[in-house]
């Protein structure tokens, strides 16, 4: 099934959407946030069923989403501008409106054919139905954002998008893709963007190009452990093959690992949230799955958005990356030894550091490097430097608080929304269940020689009566 309907997609054309109006033309100085970790693009997709809204002439979809688009990039400009390097493995945006791609594909797929989205022949499909970026090209050729839209043959169609993510983190990505939105449905703007990086000190040096010195020592930016007894450990487990998995917990599962964790709360008087309970579980079950010695050292990552912990908090509109990466360790035998609140009281404590003092160390941190490569993370572009978060270690991002849905571009809300392809060991995304009962969904890609133990140890402890 998965290889028939791949042989029967078609792109049918590309389209460069610019801005629908003259907007600033010349260089926009990134903040350092914009820079480290991940710099490529990050793909997101919804499903749409027919609807009579689209159904009147051939072309008012795409005509819908071009005009609007466009419309959309007056607000939103440095998304239709480019990356350039500067000196010291730095970035900036050049704002010429070259614009975004937008690709028209036909599939003689059906939404049916994908069932609910979480399994074969969905995930082979789905590297198909997203815009592929060539990072063989020179940064400043690639445009910041691409736009897939799929007619399927049922009369549904798809809408992905790829942004650059030195160009907007979640919040801001999506805050782009909702105001995109209510322009389609004939709405006007709702929130204009806060596109001036500056307050996160982008491009600001003082007069000896040194910036003070951190305040804090900054666990963060040192690579996380390597596996115990493999001379060539990160190396080797770049080459080992991955799968993704979709793992779905019910409202009455989310409350049960939460009451689990703070059964074992003695010091906290704040229960721990979803986010903390969950992490902390992905992270003891894929230690057990991995099947490391007791004493491997072992980190998560935690993206922390800074915009309310600044001083003063920095505007809800904030366009740009704004979210902050701390990281927890410990050692894999005690996190799979010890109670789920033990291991929710580390990412907790991990998370409470992200306050204003913090953060603006951090950025000192960054200000004072010679050159970022080394923090950037490149694998897409055929690299091996910068952080890597496989085995043993992992990232868990959370979209549990962000708008990931209702985005109705006048046909209607969507059916399912959902990442796109992601290989990359370690990977984890936690999504809020679509129907808004309480469930949660996560998106996770490790090693096959992982994946089935990792289920395992995931759902042992709350599988519902």
Request: net charge negative; proline share 7%; charged share 20%.
């Amino acid at each position: 099934m998965a290889n028939k309907m791949v042989a029967e997609v078609s792109l049918k054309d590309s389209y460069t959407v610019k801005p629908a109006e003259p907007t600033f033309n010349g260089r926009l100085a990134l903040s350092e946030w914009d820079q480290i970790g991940t710099i490529t693009h990050v793909p997101t997709i919804y499903f749409y069923r027919p609807s009579q809204d689209w159904t009147m002439r051939e072309g008012d979809v795409l005509a819908t989403l071009r005009d609007s688009l466009s419309r959309a990039l007056v607000h939103f400009y440095p998304l239709a501008g480019r990356l350039c390097w500067i000196q010291g493995g730095r970035l900036e945006i050049e704002c010429n409106s070259m614009g975004v791609q937008l690709i028209e594909a036909e599939s003689k797929a059906t939404l049916e054919d994908f069932g609910d989205f979480t399994s074969s022949p969905y995930l082979e499909y789905l590297e198909h139905l997203v815009p592929s970026v060539d990072y063989s090209s020179p940064i400043h050729e690639l445009p910041l954002m691409l736009v897939q839209l799929t007619k399927f043959s049922c009369g549904g169609i798809s809408i992905s998008t790829s942004i650059s993510h030195a160009v907007a983190d979640g919040q801001s990505a999506l805050h782009f893709v909702h105001e995109w939105a209510r322009l389609a449905r004939g709405e006007p703007v709702e929130t204009a963007p806060f596109l001036d990086r500056t307050v996160l000190l982008a491009g600001g040096r003082n007069i000896n190009n040194a910036a003070p010195a951190p305040r804090f020592d900054h666990q963060e930016f040192r690579h996380p452990p390597p596996l115990m007894g493999e001379p060539s450990a990160v190396q080797e487990e770049r080459k080992k093959k991955t799968t993704v998995a979709f793992l779905k917990l019910t409202k009455t599962q989310v409350e049960k690992l939460k009451k689990t964790a703070n059964e074992s709360r003695v010091t906290e008087r704040r229960p721990y949230s979803r986010y903390e309970t969950i992490a902390a579980h992905i992270w003891r079950s894929a230690c057990k799955a991995r099947g490391h010695l007791p004493e491997q050292p072992t980190a998560i990552g935690i993206c922390v958005d800074s915009r309310s912990r600044m001083w003063p908090p920095l505007p809800p509109a904030y366009f740009g990356n704004a979210t902050f990466d701390v990281i927890a360790a410990g050692r894999s035998g005690e996190l799979a030894s010890n109670p789920l609140g033990y291991v929710s009281s580390r990412i907790r404590e991990a998370i409470q550091k992200v306050k204003d003092e913090y953060v603006r160390s951090a950025i000192d941190f960054l200000r004072n490097q010679p050159d970022l490569s080394r923090f950037q993370d490149l694998h897409a572009l055929g690299r091996d430097e910068g952080p890597f978060y496989g085995n043993p270690n992992l990232g868990v991002i959370s979209w549990l608080t962000l708008p990931v849905y209702e985005v109705d571009f006048g046909w209607g809300r969507e059916i399912y929304m959902g990442p796109g392809p992601h290989d990359f060991d370690g990977d984890s995304l936690i999504l809020p269940g679509h129907d808004g009962d309480g469930s949660v969904v996560v998106a996770l890609c490790l090693q096959v020689a992982h994946m089935d133990a990792f289920k395992n140890f995931f759902y042992e402890a709350i599988t519902e009566p």
